[in-house]
């Protein structure tokens, strides 16, 4: 059984990221990724799940779903959803989710970026794994689109060493590598 | 680095497998499921993706998505693409994807199938993964809707052990599902 991690965050970010041509954007919110997502850092108990946009018509997007399956017919019809929504809400920007963290748990989080490159700092699963569990608040960020805007990558506490697949091969899609990720770090299995 | 593993194959099976109330259904393939599969089966090299349903329809859905972005405009726009979906197809029933295997590699594989429930002959991963190494064709087998029909879950050569959620939640999105357990049994990391 793994155990609940309630000092342990997520932010989805959608804005700062690239685009396919390297341009600062927000990317869209698939309404997808908030059950995907959910379902995941439920999956391994985290503490919460931000979805990080600027765009007021895609607060109403997540809230209106969280909202039919908190709240509305959605509960009744599948209440694991209900359960894996509970953590879960959306911000503007990235300094107001930590703001959130530091309000409800009396520390500010500290930063674990994922990134398709490899850093000089990087920093292990393992030697995370170890890190977390000394305590405190972490807030992993994970990028949309073509990736995390990198004054964000350089400015983290810590960056995660990427997932190298076959050949070279790093276009997991968000949902895989949020399951991956938390997986590693946190995931309970002999072997 | 990962190592393509081409000995390994995966099939997503849209039947036969359980609806919410326990019936034998065929549930729909979504076309995010055809590119985030395959992206995750590419990442960690596997031989195979097949896609399993016997409706016509559904046939023609993954073919049109694969044309698009093997050989149309997609193939320009998205390179990434073109190359994960490189080794997707879709049969119809289980059983052809067994003598597609058998015909390419001249053996049939060892089925091994996943499941939320815990039984008494489960694998772990760890010793699946020895398994795994020694030799020989596998192919993994993952239920979407409400999880495979049962028989084909007690014919299986190996059924993995349940990737087991804090407080017992077992609710994974099939995609990340798969994420995970090719991270367990193929994944290339220290710690």
Redesign the interface.
């Known amino acids: ?5 309630s000092n342990i965050h997520l932010a989805a970010l959608h804005f700062p990221v690239y685009n ?1 041509v390297g341009e600062i954007v927000v990317s869209s919110i ?1 309404t ?1 990724d908030v ?2 997502i959910s ?2 850092c ?4 985290l503490g919460s799940l931000y979805f990080v946009t600027p765009l007021k018509s895609q607060h109403k997007l997540v809230e209106d779903i969280m909202r039919h399956w908190r709240d509305g017919r959605g509960a009744q019809y ?1 209440p ?1 959803r209900k ?2 929504l509970k953590h879960t809400c959306v911000k503007n920007l990235l300094p107001e989710v930590i703001q959130d963290i530091e309000t409800r748990f009396g520390e500010a989080p500290k930063c674990v970026v994922t990134d398709a490159k490899k850093f000089d700092q990087g920093v ?4 995370m ?1 170890q890190i977390m569990k000394s305590g405190g608040q972490y807030l992993l960020l994970f990028g949309t689109g073509w990736g995390l805007e990198k004054s964000i990558v350089e400015t983290a506490d810590y960056i995660l ?1 990427p ?11 968000v ?6 990720i938390l ?2 770090l946190l ?5």
Chains 1, 2 share one sequence.
């Open positions: 059984m793994t155990e609940a991690v396919k698939t997808l059950h995907d379902r995941i439920r999956t391994y108990g599948n694991t359960e894996a292990g699963y393992g030697e794994r060493d997932i190298e697949g076959a050949d070279g091969f790093n276009h997991l899609p949902r895989g590598a949020v399951a991956i997986d590693r995931g309970n299995f002999s072997g």
